[in-house]
C-alpha cells in the first residue's frame, strides 16, 4: 500500500465502513476522504473529531496517565447505531494527523476494525 | 467551527480578498505557473495548488530533516538528482528514502501552512502575492494538488482559529517569552500540551514563533496557535502594545512593537490588563468545553 487514497481505499474495505477520512488535527482540515461522513458531510465531521483528538493529545489527564507508554493511539467513541475511530498517525517527522473511521455498528466488528486502523495507519508511514 | 463568511473575519491582511480574486481567477482559468511575491509563492498547475511557498513555513526539507526523518545528505541528492526534472519528491519516494504516504503528509502540511502565510502575511504592510509567472514549476513536483477553493477555505479557518485563541497578532511576530514564576497553571487541563511544552522549551527570549517552528521543524501555524493559546494561559509575556481587537483591520506593525522588551513583569498587575483578559478567555474556554 502507498499513499492517502490507497490507505483510504482499503479503510473502505473494512466491514461495517461508512465512511474514512485523513484529518489534520491542528485545524480540523479534511486531507482525503472516502465513502460517507456522518450528515453526508466530511469536513463537518472532521472538524469535530478534530476537537476531540486534540483535547485527547493535549490534555494532561491523558498524557500524564501514559507518558511511560507513549502517547494517545486511539479514540473509540460509541453510540446508539454507529462507531467513530479515531487513529492517530504516528510520523517521523512533526505531524498532527489522524485515520478517521464511520462505522455501522450493526455490521462493523469493533476490535477488527480497530485491528485493522492500526494497521492502516502504520502501513501510511512505512517505506 | 462554521464558517463566518468572509466579511465578518477579523483581517490582519486588508489584502486577503485580492490575492483571493487572483487566485480565484487563476483556478477558473486552469493556469499553470506561480503566483507569487516577497511572502512567497504559491504554485498552481491545472488550476489546482501543488506547491506553497513562505519564509515564514518551514518547508518539506526543513521538516523531514530536522527530526532525523532524512539526512541532509538524503535531502540534497534528491534535490540535485530530481529537481531538475521537476521530481525531487517523487525521487524520494522511488529510491526508498520516503513512503509515498510521508511525502503526502509531508507534503501537503507544508503546502497548507506556506499558503496560510503567503495569503495572510505575518506582516502587516505585506500584501499577498499578485504577479503570476506563467508556466513556472517547482522543482518538488507535484504530488497532491489541493483545489484553490478548499486552499482560501483552510486559511480563513485558520485565521478565525487564532483569534479564538487569542485576538492578539502582535504575539504572532515578537520574541516569545516564557512568563518566569507561571509554572503553577491553574487547574487540571490547562496544562500545556506537549506542542506548547515544545515551544515553551524553545522560547529563549529572543526567538519569534516563526524561528521556533524553523528551529522544530514544525507548523509555523501549529507553532502559531501555540503562542497564542500560551499567552491566553498567561505563560508567555504578550507584548505591551495594546492588543487591537479582533475587528481591528490594522494591527500596527507587530514586528516593531515586538522587539521591545514587555513593560513590567508579572507582579500583581502583569500588564496592559492581560492577566484579565486571560482570565477571561479561560473561563471562556472552560464555559465552551461543558
Do not use: K
Not at chain 1, 476522504?33 to 450528515?39: F, I, K
Not at chain 2, 468572509?6 to 490582519?12: F, K, N, Q
Not at chain 2, 507544508?110 to 495572510?120: E, K, Q, R, S, T
Amino acid at each position: 500500500m502507498s499513499g492517502i487514497d490507497a490507505c483510504l481505499s482499503e479503510a473502505m474495505a473494512i466491514p461495517g465502513v461508512r465512511g474514512a477520512s485523513l484529518v489534520d488535527w491542528t485545524s480540523g482540515l479534511t486531507l482525503g476522504a472516502a465513502g460517507d461522513g456522518p450528515d453526508r458531510d466530511h469536513e463537518t465531521a472532521a472538524a469535530e473529531a478534530a476537537e476531540l483528538a486534540r483535547l485527547a493529545f493535549e490534555n494532561s489527564a491523558f498524557t500524564r496517565a501514559t507518558e511511560d507508554t507513549g502517547p494517545v493511539e486511539d479514540i473509540v467513541v460509541t453510540a446508539r447505531g454507529s462507531y467513530h475511530l479515531i487513529r492517530f498517525v504516528e510520523t517521523s517527522f512533526d505531524s498532527s494527523v489522524f485515520l478517521y473511521l464511520w462505522l455501522d455498528r450493526a455490521e462493523a466488528n469493533l476490535a477488527m476494525a480497530r485491528f485493522r486502523l492500526q494497521g492502516l495507519t502504520t502501513e501510511l508511514v512505512l517505506s | 467551527m462554521t464558517a463566518r463568511g468572509g466579511t465578518t473575519l477579523p483581517s490582519r491582511s486588508p489584502a486577503l480578498p485580492a490575492g483571493a480574486t487572483a487566485l480565484g481567477r487563476l483556478a477558473d482559468e486552469r493556469a499553470t505557473g506561480a503566483l507569487h511575491g516577497p511572502v512567497g509563492a504559491l504554485y498552481l498547475a491545472d488550476g489546482a495548488v501543488v506547491h506553497a511557498e513562505s519564509p515564514a513555513a518551514p518547508d518539506v526539507g526543513r521538516r523531514l530533516t530536522a527530526g532525523g526523518r532524512l539526512s541532509p545528505e538524503s535531502w540534497e541528492e534528491a534535490v540535485s538528482r530530481g529537481g531538475p526534472g521537476y521530481r525531487a519528491g517523487g525521487f524520494l519516494v522511488e529510491h526508498g528514502r520516503l513512503s509515498r504516504g510521508e511525502l503526502e503528509l509531508c507534503h501537503l502540511s507544508a503546502l497548507f501552512d506556506a499558503a496560510y502565510f503567503v495569503l495572510c502575511p505575518l506582516e502587516a504592510d505585506r500584501r499577498p502575492p499578485e504577479r503570476f509567472l506563467r508556466e513556472a514549476r517547482h522543482w518538488l513536483g507535484p504530488v497532491r494538488p489541493v483545489p484553490v477553493a478548499a486552499v482560501q477555505r483552510e486559511v480563513r479557518r485558520r485565521r478565525e482559529l487564532l483569534e479564538r485563541a487569542w485576538p492578539c497578532p502582535a504575539v504572532d511576530a515578537a520574541p516569545v517569552v516564557p512568563v518566569p514564576d507561571a509554572t503553577g497553571w491553574p487547574g487540571p487541563g490547562a496544562a500545556p500540551g506537549r506542542g506548547r511544552r515544545a515551544v515553551l522549551e524553545a522560547a529563549d527570549g529572543r526567538r519569534t514563533p516563526v524561528q521556533i517552528a524553523r528551529l522544530l521543524g514544525r507548523s509555523a501555524f501549529a507553532t502559531l496557535l501555540d503562542v497564542r493559546r500560551l499567552a491566553a494561559q498567561g505563560l508567555i509575556r504578550t507584548p505591551a502594545a495594546p492588543c487591537p481587537s479582533p475587528r481591528d483591520p490594522d494591527p500596527a506593525g507587530p514586528a516593531e512593537t515586538g522587539t521591545e522588551p514587555v513593560a513590567e513583569r508579572h507582579g500583581t498587575g502583569g500588564g496592559a490588563g492581560a492577566p484579565e483578559l486571560s482570565l477571561l478567555f479561560r473561563i471562556r474556554d472552560a464555559l465552551e468545553a461543558l
